[in-house]
């Protein structure tokens, strides 16, 4: 890869503002300056922005979305302080944003054969689709086209914020262009016969395997297509269509996309830490009914989830109604407590808890970007409902279950590939997985309808994405048809953080007037009423 050195003249011209700016141009300027940076340790630095960070963690997924959408119960709400959270999904994105404009700047140089960055330049547009898409689905509009530009010009310093429709669309091209355009070969090289720019060692992410870029940017297609169908069908219908007629590749099994602390060398102290310090994520009786009947466990990744309270009972918190239920305590997630003693939990903690290697293995549990069984359930979704080709309820069925057999797979593997997990650590056959696909609730033909079919699929793609409660919370306000107790779910989006009030206001305060405010109780633009 040729070595490109960059010095970024408007870090000078910033100088100035330094006093008054309370850290916002560290968004938008180029970081690396003066520093000469090649582009494969900038890429990785985007690649290494893929971490869930330690307060997103407690402050987001652990205090507002798990319970959002009763993926667990939320037995007290004492960190209410949710902008410590939304300040660092913030911070993480607009970094990561930055480096890749600056990717994009030198690309944009190449001018005697383009395709020769025509591979990395849809790495990075890959990558930057996936963290985008994540960021307004979480806040709606946000400061895209023009943010992460400063380094070029100092009136971009503060920008506009943007519609979250042009956002999708323009993120769905940019998935579009970088599946066309890859060309996976071992040593791919232009049509003039000159040899790619590759980021070589530093894409830690797939390694180089193209095939496996290809898969994930037409996944992510199909995702995001899927998310804004019931908003605007006429502009997903064909593109479902021609990726289905095509033949375009998707994620198969065994092909989930993590981020896996082992393989690429860092140690994710954050998922514990989060659970140790936040102690109030438990089992609900949300979960506890769809995987249970007769207070029997059907599915066995209830065991890889959750594991029983102190005195080896499974008892969930009440989803709803819990004003006066009793307060769990403990320490179910603290390490100096169950490294010595896994079997003690603290005598206080009444409720049946996270598993605790699931959330304390800071090696071998990967961060889930995206499963193959998530893949298979948005196919059963397409075939049937009918979505850019013919409605086929087998084809459908065909898929239901081969996502229920990924997703098992993988909380099986999950489970068998981490090394601390040594206590109810149990392989399940074929056979006993097999039971658990023929039970009535969870065998897709026999459902008495193509609605509770399709309830189904939505509840398994709710199992499924666990540990991924930010996917969990787009489905539930794109179908309102997951499993869930109670009243309807009145979180729609999470507010802008105060670092973006006070020092982008004058855009701010354009975005909230035309939101009509920045509360949480505003639907994003692909929700439906």
């Not at 081969?402 to 074929?430: H, P």
Request: a negative charge; one cysteine or more; charged letters at 25%.
């Amino acid at each position: 890869m040729k070595k490109i050195s960059s010095y970024i003249i408007c870090v000078s011209l910033l100088i100035g503002f330094q006093s008054c700016q309370n850290g916002f141009e560290e968004l938008n300027k180029n970081p690396f300056s003066p520093t000469e940076v090649l582009d494969g340790p900038l890429f990785n630095e985007i690649i290494s922005s893929l971490r869930l960070g330690h307060n997103r963690q407690l402050y987001v997924h652990n205090e507002k979305l798990y319970n959002a959408t009763q993926q667990g119960a939320l037995t007290a709400e004492i960190f209410p302080n949710v902008t410590i959270g939304t300040e660092d999904l913030w911070q993480n994105y607009y970094r990561a944003l930055g480096n890749a404009r600056e990717l994009e700047r030198r690309f944009s140089e190449e001018i005697d054969d383009p395709e020769i960055v025509h591979n990395v330049k849809a790495q990075v547009r890959i990558i930057m689709a996936y963290k985008t898409f994540t960021m307004t689905d979480l806040f709606g509009d946000i400061p895209y086209f023009d943010a992460g530009k400063a380094f070029d010009d100092i009136d971009n310093l503060r920008v506009a914020f943007d519609d979250q429709e042009e956002i999708y669309k323009s993120l769905i091209e940019d998935l579009e262009w970088a599946s066309k355009h890859i060309i996976n070969a071992g040593n791919p090289v232009t049509a003039s016969g000159n040899a790619m720019e590759t980021f070589g060692e530093f894409d830690t992410f797939f390694n180089n395997n193209w095939s496996k870029w290809i898969k994930f940017s037409n996944s992510l297609q199909l995702r995001y297509l899927m998310r804004v169908y019931e908003k605007d069908p006429e502009y997903v219908i064909p593109k479902i269509s021609e990726l289905l007629s095509s033949g375009a590749s998707f994620l198969a099994t065994d092909e989930d996309i993590v981020m896996h602390p082992r393989e690429q060398n860092w140690d994710n102290w954050g998922v514990n830490w989060s659970f140790r310090e936040h102690n109030k994520l438990r089992l609900g009786t949300t979960m506890w009914n769809f995987m249970t009947e007769n207070n029997d466990v059907i599915d066995p990744r209830l065991n890889i989830f959750f594991e029983t309270n102190n005195e080896d009972k499974w008892v969930p918190f009440p989803q709803t109604n819990n004003d006066n239920a009793e307060q769990s305590g403990g320490e179910p997630y603290q390490p100096s407590r169950r490294d010595a003693s896994y079997f003690n939990k603290g005598q206080d903690n009444i409720y049946a808890n996270f598993n605790y290697y699931l959330i304390r293995d800071n090696q071998d549990i990967p961060e889930i970007i995206m499963t193959s069984a998530e893949v298979k359930f948005l196919l059963a979704e397409i075939f049937l409902r009918g979505i850019g080709t013919p409605s086929d309820v087998f084809l459908a069925d065909f898929n239901y279950n081969l996502g229920m057999f990924d997703s098992q797979k993988y909380w099986q593997n999950t489970m068998l590939n981490s090394s601390i997990w040594i206590n109810n650590r149990v392989e399940l056959s074929t056979g006993i997985l097999a039971t658990v696909y023929n039970h009535p609730r969870y065998n897709f033909m026999m459902a008495d309808s193509d609605e509770t079919r399709l309830k189904m699929i939505y509840a398994q793609r709710w199992v499924d994405s666990f540990r991924q409660p930010w996917e969990a919370f787009s489905l539930l306000r794109r179908t309102n048809s997951i499993p869930r107790e109670g009243d309807d779910n009145q979180l729609f989006r999470l507010q802008y953080p105060p670092s973006e009030r006070n020092n982008n206001a004058e855009n701010w305060g354009i975005q909230a007037s035309k939101m009509g405010a920045d509360e949480e109780n505003i639907p994003v633009w692909w929700m439906t009423e």
